[in-house]
């Protein structure tokens, strides 16, 4: 079975840029989550979404970022602008939408912005 | 902090001996997750243990779960050097699905 899939998985760019990562989750999951990682901060949660709709984007760290999941199998993340300290990676994961079941976690976008 | 908070933060140890990380945390919950991350991948679910159990096994992992110590652990039996990885506890919120992971252990195994 296909796991999660994020695209791309490096990406390097210049500041004040757009960025989107996209993400594929595994079919039949009903639950999408945007995961943050960096050395300082470690894994934070910036949304999820359950069938299609986002649920929690209190993690969202500022209006420069927003996600969409426009259908169950195709979501993506977007900066815009984006800063230098936004560098980090990125993963997405899903589940079958209960909160007894474990995330499937993609292998993450590492994102650089010099 | 909601997080579970693990401890060590960094473990080295021999291959063949045995690993130990614990995770605290400071609500209630109603199961807890352990994950496995690898140098430069997503992570991977391990275990999960409810509220009502004790202790859970999978090959050489063993997790045990103290509610009324908030705290659970991770044994690693005779470690091998691909067992190398973060690992990260991860305990919901009352919320709907909403999981959130401790700071993790980075356990190094020598071989």
């Known amino acids: 079975d296909a796991g999660v899939i994020q695209s791309p998985r490096h990406e390097v760019t210049e500041m004040g840029q757009e960025v989107t990562l996209r993400c594929k989750p595994i079919s039949g999951h009903n639950s999408l989550f945007w995961y943050r990682q960096t050395m300082m901060r470690g894994l934070e949660l910036l949304i999820y979404?359950?069938?299609?709709?986002?649920?929690?984007d209190s993690g969202m760290p500022e209006d420069r970022f927003s996600a969409k999941m426009p259908n169950a199998s195709f979501s993506t993340l977007k900066i815009q602008p984006s800063e230098p300290r936004d560098s980090a990676v990125y993963f997405c994961?899903?589940?079958?939408?209960?909160?007894?079941?474990?995330?499937?976690f993609g292998d993450g976008t590492r994102l650089s912005i010099l | 902090s909601q997080q579970g908070e693990e401890d060590p933060q960094a473990l080295s140890i021999q291959e063949g001996e045995n690993a130990t990380m614990n995770c605290s945390y400071k609500t209630s919950i109603n199961n807890l997750q352990w994950y496995r991350q690898n140098s430069g991948r997503g992570l991977v679910h391990l275990i999960l243990?409810?509220?009502?159990?004790r202790e859970k096994h999978s090959g050489r992992l063993r997790v045990t779960l103290d509610t009324s110590k908030k705290s659970s652990s991770l044994l690693i039996t005779a470690s091998r050097a691909a067992d190398t990885a973060s690992y990260f506890c991860a305990r919901p919120l009352t919320s709907y699905d909403k999981v959130i992971f401790g700071p993790g252990t980075s356990l190094s195994v020598i071989p």
């Open positions: 979404f359950n069938n299609n709709v986002p649920i929690d």
């Open positions: 994961a899903s589940s079958s939408g209960t909160s007894n079941q474990p995330q499937h």
């Open positions: 243990i409810r509220s009502n159990e």
